[in-house]
């Protein structure tokens, strides 16, 4: 992976969406300052940094409304849409927080600190089938995803990235996302995605008897 850029990056404040890195996802964006922020990292090195804000109302954030800790992500494509709003997919790379955020007017942009993952060590990879397979329980019973989502999880033998890629699956808000981006610790980010997965699972059972 490509070394991420940590000074002056284009920054793009996201409303009820919490982007995961080793994730691709299509944004739509249409607050001008935003638009923006996306032109000046498409004339650059398509590097932005994404971050939450803590109240999706509000048009336009400030320091205090958006968290700290977000995601450095490359823009992938982007296509202009007759509405004048954007599509965007994003690929996120690193977690990172930001330390310093600076309004050029047209567009904000920040410094940030990326945060490395820790070593994945043999104790930690015990998680990677377990997450697996209460996932394709999850999906047996909700049919919340498709085919390819799950061969695709099959395939990542990676703690991090599995966490990661599981988040976006689940029917968790906005705060228990950005818990989940926030969380270090690989250990506790797993047991985390291991306890929503199993909450839904009950969930859907208990759904499943009623109907029945």
């Known amino acids: 992976m490509a070394k991420s850029r940590t000074e002056n990056l284009p920054l793009l404040p996201l409303r009820d969406v919490v982007i995961f890195p080793s994730v691709v996802t299509?944004?739509?964006?249409?607050?001008?300052?935003s638009i923006v922020a996306l032109q000046a990292s498409m004339a650059a090195d398509k590097q932005?940094?994404?971050?939450?804000?803590?109240?999706?109302?509000?048009?336009?954030?400030?320091k205090k409304d958006i968290y700290e800790v977000g995601t450095i992500a490359t823009i992938l494509q982007l296509i202009k849409l007759p509405d004048g709003t954007v599509k965007v997919l994003v690929e996120g790379n690193q977690r990172a927080k930001i330390l310093e955020i600076k309004d050029y007017k047209d567009y904000y942009a920040a410094n940030v600190s990326p945060l490395d993952e820790e070593e994945e060590t043999q104790e930690l990879k015990k998680y990677v089938p377990s997450l697996r397979k209460n996932f394709q329980e999850y999906v047996k019973l909700t049919r919340k995803a498709t085919p390819e989502v799950l061969s695709t999880v099959n395939s990542i033998d990676s703690l991090s990235k599995l966490s990661d890629?599981?988040?976006?699956?689940?029917?968790v808000g906005l705060k228990e996302k950005q818990d989940i981006l926030e969380t270090f610790s690989l250990k506790e980010r797993a047991e985390k995605i291991l306890s929503h997965l199993a909450s839904q699972l009950d969930l859907t059972k208990v759904e499943k008897k009623i109907r029945g």
């Open 165 to 171: 890629t599981l988040v976006g699956h689940l029917s």
């Open 48 to 62: 932005i940094m994404l971050v939450a804000q803590k109240d999706a109302q509000k048009d336009n954030p400030t």
């Open 26 to 33: 299509p944004l739509f964006v249409g607050r001008e300052k």
